[in-house]
């Protein structure tokens, strides 16, 4: 093991069933570098300690792994902003092909720019908003669709589950605040395509309150979502 391998990253592969070479974790090394570099400049992450960073970026990054399928697939990563979870996740499955979506232009520039500089063949970028790939060649075109930390869960349906095929799933990596946002959410949920949402703990230490909420797209979703965003802002599907 190289010594910037963090054992909590094997773990959290080894519970997935798989194994991260020795590149793997030094792109996931690297990428951690650039993060924090670049967050001097531009407002990426408030999570700015190397230590905290290997561990509430990367480590819970692969928490998700274990829930992707385990032949290559097309995954999503709605309102990515500095690349988590993607960036860690296409490192760790080099198989499968992420798309990268975030608004910020400064944002999405350090992604493409993270992107060529790790040699992430299967990583792309688009600068627009989830909204606008839903309504692209893109929509309905993704196996999984991920977000974190970008808004309540019922928003977060109407963002991410257009993106996912019939079949597929979203995976939301959420904190404490889901008990209070799935009573409210079943609607928005169901009129976008989705079945019953499951919250399972991510099991990471140091961060006991996260856990992973996957909804199956279970129909199609109807053309009207998602709605343009001056239309749905601040306005949840209720």
């Not at 792309?124 to 991920?146: C, G, K, L, P, Q």
């Not at 990596?173 to 799935?182: D, F, H, N, S, T």
Request: aromatic share 4%.
């Amino acid at each position: 093991m190289i010594s910037g391998m963090n054992p909590l990253w094997q773990e959290m592969a080894n519970r997935a069933g798989r194994e991260l070479t020795d590149a793997q974790a030094a792109k996931l090394s690297v990428y951690l570098d650039r993060l924090i570099e670049t967050n001097k400049t531009m407002n990426l992450t408030r999570i700015v300690d190397r230590e905290s960073a290997e561990r509430l970026h990367i480590a819970d990054a692969l928490t998700l792994l274990k829930f992707l399928p385990k032949e290559g697939h097309r995954l999503v990563d709605v309102g990515s902003g500095g690349g988590v979870p993607g960036i860690p996740l296409a490192i760790a499955r080099p198989d499968v092909r992420v798309l990268l979506v975030e608004a910020t232009k400064k944002k999405a520039a350090f992604l493409e720019a993270t992107a060529d500089a790790l040699k992430l063949e299967n990583v792309s970028v688009s600068e627009w908003r989830a909204e606008d790939v839903a309504r692209s060649a893109n929509r309905e075109a993704f196996d999984i669709a991920t977000a974190r930390a970008v808004g309540a869960i019922d928003m977060l349906a109407e963002w991410c589950l257009p993106l996912v095929r019939v079949g597929g799933r979203m995976l939301a990596m959420k904190g404490e605040r889901i008990k209070e946002e799935l009573p409210v959410a079943g609607k928005a949920i169901k009129w976008v395509g989705g079945g019953p949402a499951k919250v399972y703990p991510a099991d990471l230490p140091g961060a006991e309150h996260h856990v992973i909420v996957e909804i199956h797209k279970v129909a199609t979703t109807h053309r009207d979502y998602p709605r343009p965003p001056s239309e749905a802002k601040g306005k949840p599907i209720r």
